[in-house]
């Protein structure tokens, strides 16, 4: 089993930054896909970032540019860096982590696609 414990939600303006953490722990393998998914009341899901064993990375068409994924393989943390973040970027982040090392492209943001999930922090842009 894996354990993912996310950080680093908070209330921010729109324009300004955020840094999420997602640290896991037990059975972990360093080269595992893991990914950043948001969810609003009401509402599915949605893949935000993801990254492989590789460091290939993935973003949604709505953060590109402005979020950057990142892992440190040595610590087991997943980060989020979030930069101009706009109203509609409010929503639960949850922390992803799958089995694999390596998925197709057209997976790595689909929820089914990961096996462990985190508790979700939240993020509010005004």
């Known amino acids: 089993q894996v354990q993912l414990v996310e950080s680093g939600g908070g209330s921010v303006q729109a324009g300004g930054s955020l840094r999420l953490s997602c640290a896991a722990s037990?059975?972990?393998?360093?080269?595992?896909?893991m990914a950043w998914f948001r969810q609003t009341p009401g509402k599915q899901r949605d893949g935000v970032a993801a990254?492989?064993?590789?460091?290939?990375?993935a973003y949604a068409d709505s953060v590109k540019g402005r979020f950057t994924i990142s892992k440190d393989n040595a610590k087991n943390i997943l980060y989020l860096q979030m930069n101009n973040l706009k109203p509609e970027d409010t929503a639960m982040y949850y922390c992803?982590?799958?089995?694999?090392?390596?998925?197709?492209?057209?997976?790595?943001?689909?929820?089914?696609?990961?096996?462990?999930w985190g508790q979700g922090t939240q993020v509010t842009v005004s």
């Open positions: 990254i492989d064993g590789d460091g290939f990375t």
């Open positions: 037990g059975a972990t393998d360093s080269r595992s896909v």
């Open positions: 992803a982590s799958a089995l694999s090392s390596r998925l197709g492209n057209s997976l790595l943001l689909r929820r089914g696609s990961y096996n462990y």
